[in-house]
């Protein structure tokens, strides 16, 4: 068996605030096999992008970082910053929500590409600006050539994502991690974009994070789904058994709250009352347990661990999980 | 005026007659509605739906005459509001009520929430503290929240969910007739914007609400629509019951628009290059049939003529010369 490419062993994250100390991502385990795509579901503030920028090695000064994170077989936290600066491009790329913030606007397109071919790959100048071309077209971007000469503003935020893509992509990274990477989008180009990075996942055999607050996003592109929930894991398991025998409560939740194509109009949705607990006022049990409707006195006084007693690739977090088959029946 | 679908039995207490609002752009003109019909009939929750820069959000705001329309008419409960200015207009403005998406930035954050939601009472003149204060606590309950708790707390002190609540109240405090709700969920998580939906149906109810619902979320939508209107760079494509729209769309950008939602089900393989390209710049939308860039179905005359709207044999109303609904 192949040894898992990036590897999470109880990974923290805690920044202080003026309220305390806010734990964003509490002890996080996570593996990821070469040429997997992993989603990352949950609600804002639920520590998904924390946990990103924990694997990127991106995170504010002020966070304490504890765990450890292994990517490739190297303790990404031991090394230089020189050694972290040269790993990504080549080995981990990034692609993050707002296509604007993350290109340079005073830098054309193709002055951004070529830098990073140049100073990742050391190509020279034709080489790379021929590449560039390949790279723009490989992103479905018409004329790539005039888009060279072109400036961020110029370009719509459909292109603007894939002129993003293309730059994550143009050093070959064996990791790919998309932080909401089509949130900010139509929902037609967020159909373009997500095929598009299925394909290249696929055309490079590249691992993949996926990160979202939409189930509908993991559903059909990825090969396993995590569901966080105040800073942990409170579900795992391989794609479609986690959407057929979800397990924990708050995705059964999550999945209900989400309105219905095939339901008619005005059916009353089945929302989740309250919201998540206060990130900086830990609770003693589930997290989940103020909003749930199964929680009892043992949910309220102590954590549940992530755990797989079915010995079926399904892990989850809780007390009282729904039984397989009431599950099975809710889809 | 456009024969509107017979699915609205009642009258209509909103209509939009041949509407087309321009905005100047470094010397260009840009279209954001051109010639749109539509009616929304009291009771009713008209859901508007379309991408970003389709002109749903210009709509919204025309209709309260916060952008003055440039050609058309719109008219509200018999009176035509695109002729009334100054006073009358501010009169009128009472009946008719705006939510935007982003519930924190529409609240002031220097007040209390007592003194936001009491707002719209002052400016129409109710001077007894005491009746102020009781409707304050009547709107703030409806909505769910505690009026003792929030009464005298500033909106930073609120998630964006309680904000929107707060923003709702506002809203309903001069009990409106016409609610424009302009991405009301857009901004929320998944949890917290079904209980959002639910409490917009619940108003609607209770204060008998007719809502105009823009959203780009055909699920949301859907949701809470009683008829469906589909707009493309300014221009009304298709309109009609829901589950008549969504069950056999007529509009090719309609269909493309269903195909394109990713849904939670991992057994739907989502279809793949469905949705070819992006929407042309507004500033300079192709001749005829503005979708026709992107239409699989499209031909010479699709270039050559604007279509109109017109009824399909399903009841719903439907501006292209190739619809789905025809073979």
């Given at each position: 068996m192949t040894s898992?490419?990036?590897s999470?062993?109880?990974?923290?994250?805690?920044?202080?605030?003026?309220?305390?100390m806010l734990?964003?991502?509490?002890?996080?385990?996570?593996?990821l096999?070469?040429?997997?795509?992993?989603g990352?579901?949950?609600?804002?503030?639920?520590g998904?992008?924390?946990?990103?920028?924990?694997?990127?090695?991106l995170l504010?000064?002020?966070a304490?970082?504890?765990?450890?994170?292994?990517?490739?077989?190297?303790?990404?936290?031991t090394?230089?910053?020189?050694?972290?600066r040269?790993?990504?491009?080549?080995?981990?790329?990034?692609?993050?929500?707002?296509?604007?913030?993350?290109?340079?606007?005073?830098?054309?397109?193709?002055?951004?590409?070529?830098?990073?071919?140049?100073?990742?790959?050391?190509?020279?100048?034709?080489?790379?600006?021929?590449?560039?071309?390949?790279?723009?077209?490989?992103?479905?971007?018409?004329?790539p050539?005039?888009?060279?000469?072109?400036?961020?503003?110029?370009?719509?935020?459909?292109?603007?994502?894939?002129?993003?893509?293309?730059?994550?992509?143009?050093?070959?990274?064996?990791?790919l991690?998309?932080?909401?990477?089509?949130?900010?989008?139509?929902?037609?180009?967020?159909?373009?974009?997500?095929?598009?990075?299925a394909?290249?996942?696929?055309?490079?055999h590249?691992?993949?994070?996926?990160?979202t607050?939409?189930l509908?996003?993991?559903?059909?592109?990825?090969?396993?789904?995590?569901?966080?929930?105040?800073?942990?894991?409170?579900e795992?398991a391989?794609?479609?058994?986690?959407?057929?025998?979800?397990?924990?409560?708050y995705?059964?939740?999550l999945?209900?709250?989400?309105?219905?194509l095939?339901?008619?109009?005005?059916?009353?949705?089945?929302?989740?009352a309250?919201?998540?607990?206060?990130?900086?006022r830990?609770?003693?049990?589930c997290?989940?347990?103020?909003?749930c409707?199964?929680?009892?006195?043992?949910?309220?006084?102590?954590k549940?661990?992530l755990?797989?007693?079915?010995?079926?690739?399904?892990?989850?977090?809780?007390w009282?999980?729904?039984?397989?088959q009431?599950?099975?029946?809710?889809? | 005026?456009?024969?509107?679908?017979?699915?609205?039995p009642?009258?209509?207490?909103?209509?939009?007659?041949?509407?087309?609002?321009?905005?100047?752009?470094?010397?260009?003109?840009?279209?954001?509605?051109?010639?749109?019909?539509?009616?929304v009939?009291?009771?009713?929750?008209?859901?508007?739906?379309?991408?970003?820069?389709?002109g749903?959000?210009?709509?919204?705001?025309?209709?309260?005459?916060?952008?003055?329309?440039?050609?058309?008419?719109?008219?509200?409960?018999?009176?035509?509001?695109?002729?009334?200015?100054?006073?009358?207009?501010?009169?009128?403005?009472?009946?008719?009520?705006?939510?935007?998406?982003?519930?924190?930035?529409?609240?002031?954050?220097?007040?209390?929430?007592?003194?936001?939601?009491?707002?719209?009472?002052?400016?129409?003149?109710?001077?007894?503290r005491?009746?102020?204060?009781?409707?304050v606590?009547?709107?703030?309950t409806a909505?769910g929240?505690?009026p003792?708790?929030?009464?005298?707390?500033?909106?930073?002190?609120?998630?964006?969910?309680?904000?929107q609540?707060?923003?709702?109240?506002?809203?309903?405090?001069?009990?409106?007739?016409?609610?424009?709700?302009?991405?009301p969920?857009?901004?929320?998580?998944?949890?917290?914007?079904?209980?959002?939906?639910?409490?917009?149906?619940?108003?609607?109810?209770r204060?008998?609400?007719?809502?105009?619902?823009?959203?780009?979320?055909?699920?949301?939508?859907?949701?809470?629509?009683?008829?469906?209107?589909?707009?493309y760079l300014?221009?009304?494509?298709?309109?009609?019951?829901?589950?008549q729209?969504?069950g056999?769309p007529?509009?090719?950008y309609?269909?493309?628009l269903?195909?394109?939602?990713?849904?939670?089900?991992?057994?739907?393989v989502?279809?793949?290059?469905?949705?070819?390209g992006?929407?042309?710049?507004?500033?300079?939308?192709?001749?005829?049939?503005?979708?026709?860039?992107?239409?699989p179905?499209?031909?010479?005359?699709?270039?050559?003529?604007?279509?109109?709207?017109?009824?399909?044999?399903?009841?719903?109303?439907?501006?292209?010369?190739?619809?789905?609904?025809?073979?």
């Amino acid at each position: 068996m192949t040894s898992p490419l990036l590897s999470l062993e109880a990974v923290s994250v805690e920044l202080p605030t003026p309220r305390g100390m806010l734990r964003a991502v509490d002890k996080v385990d996570l593996n990821l096999m070469p040429g997997r795509t992993l989603g990352i579901v949950g609600e804002s503030g639920c520590g998904k992008t924390m946990l990103s920028r924990a694997i990127l090695q991106l995170l504010p000064k002020r966070a304490q970082l504890s765990g450890r994170v292994t990517f490739d077989g190297r303790d990404l936290a031991t090394l230089s910053a020189e050694v972290l600066r040269r790993l990504r491009g080549p080995e981990l790329a990034v692609v993050f929500q707002d296509p604007m913030t993350s290109l340079n606007p005073v830098l054309t397109i193709g002055t951004q590409l070529v830098e990073t071919l140049q100073a990742h790959l050391g190509m020279g100048g034709a080489t790379a600006i021929r590449r560039s071309v390949e790279l723009l077209a490989a992103v479905g971007i018409p004329a790539p050539e005039q888009r060279l000469r072109q400036y961020p503003h110029q370009l719509s935020g459909g292109m603007r994502q894939r002129v993003a893509i293309a730059i994550a992509l143009s050093c070959e990274p064996k990791l790919l991690v998309a932080d909401e990477p089509t949130t900010a989008l139509d929902v037609t180009v967020q159909a373009q974009i997500l095929d598009l990075l299925a394909r290249e996942q696929k055309r490079r055999h590249m691992s993949m994070i996926l990160i979202t607050h939409d189930l509908g996003v993991v559903a059909g592109r990825t090969d396993e789904v995590a569901v966080m929930y105040a800073g942990r894991v409170v579900e795992r398991a391989p794609t479609s058994r986690l959407f057929g025998h979800m397990r924990m409560p708050y995705t059964e939740a999550l999945l209900a709250a989400i309105p219905k194509l095939e339901s008619p109009p005005h059916t009353p949705l089945p929302a989740i009352a309250g919201r998540p607990p206060d990130p900086t006022r830990p609770l003693p049990g589930c997290s989940f347990a103020p909003r749930c409707r199964y929680a009892d006195e043992q949910c309220r006084q102590a954590k549940p661990p992530l755990v797989d007693p079915d010995r079926c690739g399904g892990l989850y977090a809780c007390w009282h999980p729904l039984a397989p088959q009431a599950a099975a029946m809710g889809i | 005026m456009m024969p509107d679908s017979a699915a609205m039995p009642v009258a209509p207490l909103l209509s939009v007659e041949r509407l087309t609002v321009e905005y100047p752009v470094a010397g260009r003109i840009l279209s954001a509605v051109s010639d749109v019909s539509l009616s929304v009939g009291r009771g009713e929750t008209l859901g508007l739906v379309g991408e970003s820069g389709c002109g749903k959000s210009t709509l919204g705001r025309a209709v309260l005459q916060l952008r003055r329309p440039t050609a058309g008419k719109v008219m509200f409960d018999g009176t035509e509001l695109t002729a009334l200015g100054g006073e009358a207009l501010r009169l009128m403005r009472r009946r008719l009520q705006l939510i935007f998406q982003d519930p924190i930035a529409s609240l002031n954050p220097r007040r209390p929430i007592g003194d936001i939601v009491a707002e719209p009472l002052i400016i129409i003149g109710i001077t007894d503290r005491a009746e102020r204060e009781r409707r304050v606590r009547d709107v703030l309950t409806a909505v769910g929240l505690d009026p003792d708790l929030v009464w005298r707390r500033l909106p930073h002190e609120f998630s964006g969910g309680q904000c929107q609540r707060v923003c709702i109240a506002r809203a309903l405090i001069l009990e409106p007739e016409l609610v424009i709700c302009d991405e009301p969920v857009s901004a929320l998580d998944v949890s917290i914007r079904a209980q959002i939906l639910n409490l917009l149906e619940e108003m609607k109810r209770r204060y008998g609400l007719t809502l105009l619902f823009i959203a780009h979320d055909l699920a949301v939508v859907k949701a809470v629509s009683d008829r469906i209107a589909v707009m493309y760079l300014g221009r009304l494509c298709e309109i009609g019951p829901t589950e008549q729209v969504f069950g056999s769309p007529a509009h090719p950008y309609t269909a493309l628009l269903l195909e394109a939602i990713p849904l939670p089900d991992p057994t739907i393989v989502p279809a793949t290059n469905v949705a070819v390209g992006e929407p042309p710049s507004p500033l300079d939308p192709p001749s005829g049939c503005r979708f026709r860039t992107r239409c699989p179905r499209a031909d010479a005359l699709c270039a050559e003529k604007i279509p109109i709207l017109r009824p399909t044999a399903d009841g719903q109303l439907v501006a292209c010369h190739h619809p789905l609904t025809e073979g």
